[in-house]
């Protein structure tokens, strides 16, 4: 999921004038030696590097960096992602004991 996000940016990054490695990648999709699966990760690479300034994906991510793309996820998922953002942005301390409660089976009674 969190590929899905990088590869969203990267792609809009690659597709936009201020690319400044379109030159290499079609040099290497020219030539023809590489698996489609090595370019992609040639151009994350690349653009990790020099549109991210090469910083940690944590910081990227607790920054906001990635989030102007809408993912649908399962909703406990999104709870739990919710709340790393939340402990990332300091908006929730991390010491915090979240606790869970998970519903009984559903009885029936006569």
């Known amino acids: 999921m969190f ?8 792609n809009e990054w690659f597709s936009s004038p201020d690319c400044t490695v379109k030159d290499v990648i079609r040099y290497i ?11 992609d990760a ?3 690479f690349l653009y990790l590097k020099i549109v991210c300034g090469n910083q940690p994906l944590q910081q990227l991510f607790s920054q906001g960096f990635f989030n ?3 993912v649908i996820v399962p909703i406990l998922m999104a709870k739990e992602l919710f709340m ?10 991390a010491n915090m004991i979240i606790v869970t409660v998970k519903h009984a089976k559903p009885t029936i009674s006569k």
């Open 3 to 10: 590929y899905k996000l990088i590869e969203k940016k990267r």
């Open 29 to 39: 999709e020219q030539k023809g030696k590489m698996r489609d699966a090595q370019i």
């Open 42 to 44: 040639i151009k994350t």
């Open 68 to 70: 102007t793309l809408q």
């Open 84 to 93: 790393h953002y939340l402990i990332l942005s300091n908006l929730l301390p």
